[in-house]
């Protein structure tokens, strides 16, 4: 279920600088995202989406201006169809190039 929380951002980025957000949500559908962006209107907050924190710094200890969301398992699927993939935010692109080169497409072995 979708909420917005309070919590310690601190391990949300590879490099651990001591950070605390007002808000911050885990999304998992099209509809949380539609809830979330109702939030930040209704609120006038800037938003941010974390991924696996490697390309992410805090430059400052406490946040409540900014929402940080966070794609959850929902966005964790991988879709092979005739003419197109569909993967998810959440989806290894590791995992994703084995996939496709093991289905014979031999281009995305760049994905591994």
């Avoid at 979708?2 to 391990?11: A, G, L, P, R, S």
């Avoid at 992410?56 to 993939?85: E, H, M, P, Q, R």
């Avoid at 084995?98 to 014979?104: H, S, T």
């Amino acid at each position: 279920m979708f909420k917005i929380i309070e919590k310690d951002i601190t391990n949300e980025a590879t490099i651990r600088t001591p950070a605390y957000a007002k808000y911050y949500a885990v999304i998992n559908s099209v509809s949380d995202i539609k809830k979330v962006f109702n939030f930040i209107t209704k609120n006038e907050l800037k938003f941010k989406i974390l991924g696996n924190g490697s390309n992410i710094l805090f430059s400052k200890d406490y946040y409540d201006d900014i929402l940080f969301l966070k794609l959850g398992d929902g966005f964790k699927n991988f879709d092979l169809f005739n003419d197109y993939v569909q993967i998810g935010g959440t989806y290894s692109l590791i995992q994703a190039g084995r996939k496709l080169i093991a289905e014979g497409y031999k281009d995305y072995i760049f994905l591994i």
